[in-house]
Each structure stands twice: as C-alpha cells, then as structure tokens.
C-alpha cells in the first residue's frame, strides 16, 4: 500500500491541514510458485504437499491441485493433499494453480 500526501498552495499560503489517503495498487497474479512436493505412499497413495509463493502479488483466494488435467483440490491456505485410489506404477502429472483476484500462476 502506498500513502500520498496532497497540500494545495497558493499565494496566501498553504491550503487546509495535510491529510493523506492510502491507495493499493491492483492485483496481478502471484510469481515464485514452487513445484509441489510429491511423495509416493505405498502403491496406491501420492502425499502432495506446497507452499505459498514467494511473491503473492495480492490475496491468494485459491491453490489448486490439477492432475491429469483434472482439479483434484481447491483450497485457499498452502498445505498437504493425498491423492488415494492409485493403481501400482501409475503415472500422475501433479500442478499447482495458484490464485489471486488478478490472476494464476501454475507451476511448472
């Protein structure tokens, strides 16, 4: 947030007493996602877990798991997900969307 301060002069001085407004700039989307961290759990289980990103630009309103093109999750704080009903040596492809009213950003 950033705070301007305004004083009007003229030739009989300055104007009335300062005052000050703070004023935010818009959101844009978040930068620094870091990939989810993907650890396997047996043969049928995938534990997924991530972090915030390092520069949020905003009020994050979603964090996403998307696998296989599908959302597994959609949350609004970082945190830990396991992703269960996995056959043995299945492949998955894990991302993670994050949001702010400005934007996502996915990892990867």
């Known amino acids: 947030a950033y705070e301007f301060l305004l004083i009007a ?7 009335e007493g300062p005052t000050s407004a703070p004023i935010k ?3 844009d989307a978040p930068i620094g996602i870091k ?3 993907v650890q ?4 049928s289980k995938l534990v997924v877990s991530w972090e915030e990103p390092t520069q949020p630009h905003g009020i994050i ?3 996403e798991l998307i696998s296989n093109n599908s959302v597994l999750l ?4 970082p945190g830990r997900f396991i ?3 996995l056959h043995p040596f299945e492949q998955r492809d894990i991302t993670l969307r994050v949001c702010t009213i400005g934007g996502c950003t996915e990892s990867r």
């Open 83 to 85: 992703v269960k009903g």
């Open 35 to 37: 990939d989810p961290v």
């Open 25 to 27: 700039t818009l959101q």
């Open 9 to 15: 002069y003229t030739d009989g001085g300055a104007g």
């Open 61 to 63: 309103i979603s964090y």
């Open 74 to 77: 959609k949350t609004t704080t």
């Open 40 to 43: 396997s759990n047996g043969t």
